[in-house]
């Protein structure tokens, strides 16, 4: 079993940096494990923002690519998104999956972009 807690949303000012935690939890080491970060928007379809495979392997959105980047912490069974020239349009919230046999999902961390 595993269980996935995001943290580090909020509120920032566009132009403004943001770096969000997944907390893994459980039997399964972020190692041996597909992790992404997700977002979704009020009245949009979720979306995928960036991916971290078992053996480290990145991989950021075209659209994001640039300004937000992925990283994990295996010590710490943690897994990172930097967030940086944040846009209004990053406004959702964003949430973490891991993979392993089947798909878990954290409750999601908000993150809004308002002047």
């Known amino acids: 079993q595993v269980q996935l807690m995001e943290s580090g949303g909020g509120s920032v000012q566009p132009g403004g940096s943001l770096t969000l935690s997944c907390v893994v939890s459980?039997?399964?080491?972020?190692?041996?494990?597909?992790m992404g970060w997700y977002r979704q928007a009020p009245g949009k379809q979720r979306e995928l923002v960036a991916t971290?495979?078992?053996?480290?392997?990145?991989n950021v959105a075209d659209s994001m690519r640039g300004r937000f980047s992925v990283s994990r912490d295996i010590a710490k069974n943690t897994m990172f998104l930097q967030m940086s020239s944040l846009k209004p349009e990053d406004t959702a919230v964003y949430l973490c999956?891991?993979?392993?046999?089947?798909?878990?999902w954290g409750e999601g961390t908000l993150v809004t972009v308002s002047s």
């Open positions: 999956n891991a993979r392993h046999q089947i798909s878990y």
């Open positions: 971290i495979t078992g053996s480290g392997l990145t």
């Open positions: 459980g039997d399964i080491p972020v190692s041996s494990m597909n």
